[in-house]
C-alpha cells in the first residue's frame, strides 16, 4: 500500500495558519531553522519530530492523519471515552423512564 498522505502539507496549513514564524518554531523544536522548510517538502516525518512539533504549536497533526484513514480501521483508544458514551446513553434511557413514570403519575394515565 502506498501512502496518500503528505504529512509536510498538513504541517505547512497548519503554519500558515499560525501567527508563529518558521524560525521561532524551529527555535522552539531546537533545530535549526531550514528545518522547518524541509519538513514542508517531505511526506514524511518521524514521529517524535511530529510530536515535538504538536507540543510548540499545541495541535494534534495525529488526530488530522487518523481522521484520513477509513472509519472502519481500528484502533487502540483508552476504553474511557466509549465508557463514557455508554454511561451516557444508560443515564439518559434512565432518565426517559423516570421522566415517564413522572408524566404518569402527575397525570394519572400511561402513554
Known sequence: MTST???GQLIKQ???GQLKSRSTLAREMGVPGTSIYA???RPSI???KLLRMCTVLR???FADLANLLPADYTVSVPLA???LLQQQSNEIEK???ENRLLKELLTGRKD
Do not use: S, V
Request: hydrophobic share 25%; charged share 35%; no cysteine.
Open 39 to 41: 519538513y514542508e517538502k
Open 46 to 48: 518521524q514521529t517524535n
Open 81 to 83: 471515552r466509549e465508557e
Open 5 to 7: 498522505f503528505h504529512t
Open 95 to 97: 432518565l426517559r423512564l
Open 14 to 16: 497548519k503554519i500558515n
Open 59 to 61: 495541535h494534534n497533526f
